[in-house]
Every structure is written in C-alpha cells, then in structure tokens.
C-alpha cells in the first residue's frame, strides 16, 4: 500500500508536459569543412557537426530556431525526440546559416504546407520579397508570422530582443524562451558586448541558460581583419565575466563556433580549463530541461 502511495505522488508531482531544450547544432554558417580550407580543422572530421540551432519541445509542440542548411538532419532528429511533427520555425536573421534551411520545404523538396515561420518584420518581408523565398509563401509552404513581442504557445512564450549586427538583410534578435520553470536566452550572432545596449552579465543572471555567440576564442584566428566579422571572442565574454560566481558562469553554454575555433576539440586544454571554470560548449543532442 506504502508503495502504491508512494507511485500516485510521484505521479501527481510529475510536469503536465515536459519541456526540453535540445542543442541542434554547434556551427558558424558555413559549417566544417568550409570551401578551399586545407588546414587541419577541415581535415578532421567530427560526426554529428551541424550548424548552429536548438529546438524546444514538449509533448505538444516542437520549435526549431534558425532553419540552417542542416535542417533536415536537424528538423527529424527534433521530431523524433519529440515524437510530434513540427510546430514551426523561429528565425533569427537573413545570413546563410540561419534561414537558408528553408529550401528543404518547398516545392522541390517536402512541399510542406503552410509551416509557421517565426520572424521580425524586415525579415518577414526579405522572406516576401525576395526569390526564392517569396516562392515559400506564394505556394504556401511557409506561412510568415510576423514578431513584435512575446509569442506566447501553447507550452513556451518566445520573446524576441534585437541586438547589434551586420543588418544587411534583416534585423537580429536573439529569443528569450520561458518554459514552465526556467527561461533560456538563445543568441548565436551579436557584434561585440559593448556595442548592445543591455548588460549580458545582468542577463545572464536573472536567467537559468544563456546560449551565446561564441563564433571565436581569440583575435588573430583567420586570416582576414576579424574586424570585418565582428563577434564578442570567448576570450573576451569570459573576461566580461570573471567576477560571476561559478554558479552564474555554469549558465553560460557557447555555440556557433567558425571551422577555424579550436574548441570544436573536446580535449583542447583551453575548453577543458573552461569547463571546469563552469561553462560548456554546445553539442548535438545535448538536453537540458525548462521544467
């Protein structure tokens, strides 16, 4: 008798619907290996290495953020874990990586019908008004939703917050994903922390994860002037932060990472010494729980 108490309790105190956060990819744009690269970080090849994404889901809905060449794998690994079809797609700017996916559902490909697509207003008429895309909504494969505020769902609210990048196309937000106990902060692109007008440490701290731009470690990776691509260096965001605690620190997850970045390594001594100072590094299939 104990024990059947013991199992309704335990039953009662389980979540309506549990909520999960799944790293999708880990990538810049152009994913690994990149075109004419020789160097040893393109002749090493890593399994599982996607562009960078997330995807929440529970067991009634399923998002995918940032529809990159990689959807595919991406978009049937999220719906397998979810074991639902796909609820839509939160965009977060008009570089390659980030909406390009979308191809996969049009009419040479899935011919999907009428997939939410999640966007801020310049995006949403990039994505109207422009070929190939426009083709998506004539055909109504896409169906464009147009950001303004939160994005309430049926089991998350999505809140879009603009940060400083190279608009060329679009705006560039970062979304801010409240789960039924714990709020996610998903920003793969922003030029460097000084040039935004809100505080990453204040944001970090009144969240539970902050998955960040971490495209660089350091000035003098590539070639060409970094000041062409300007990103905030891992260096530079863990400088930024050397006062938090380990607590806050362990909230900080880093993604996006360019072909040349060597945290792409697992073993490489700076990641280890960072990880054990608290942070982590965005990998496939990694969860993490908004319950």
Known sequence: MRSLLILIAFIISLPSSAQQLVFLGNLQDAGAPQFNCDKSCCLIERPNE????????????????????????????????????????????????????????????????????????????????????????????????????????????????????????????????????????????????????????????????????????AEGEIERPMSEIPHPFISETIALLESLPKTEKNKVWFTHFNHTNPVRDKNHPIRVKLENEGYHFAEFAKEISLN
């Open 50 to 217: 996607y562009v960078a994404s997330i995807g929440v889901y529970s067991e009634d809905e399923a998002f995918l953020f940032d529809a990159t060449p990689d959807f595919t794998h991406q978009a049937r690994f999220l719906q397998k874990q979810s074991k639902t079809k796909l609820s839509g797609v939160f965009l977060t700017h008009a570089h390659m990586g980030h909406y390009t996916g979308l191809m996969h559902i049009g009419r040479e490909a899935s011919n999907e019908r009428s997939l939410a697509v999640y966007a801020m207003p310049r995006m949403a008429d990039f994505l109207e008004n422009n070929g190939p895309w426009d083709q998506l909504v004539q055909l109504n494969n896409i169906e464009v939703k147009r950001l303004s505020g939160p994005e309430n769902l049926e089991t998350i609210s999505v809140t879009p917050i603009q940060v400083p990048h190279r608009d060329e196309y679009s705006e560039t937000v970062g979304y801010l994903i409240k789960g039924v106990n714990k709020t996610a902060f998903y920003l793969p692109d922003i030029d460097k922390w000084n040039v935004w007008d809100q505080s990453i440490i204040e944001l970090i701290q009144s969240i539970d994860y902050a998955i960040i731009d971490g495209t660089f470690l």
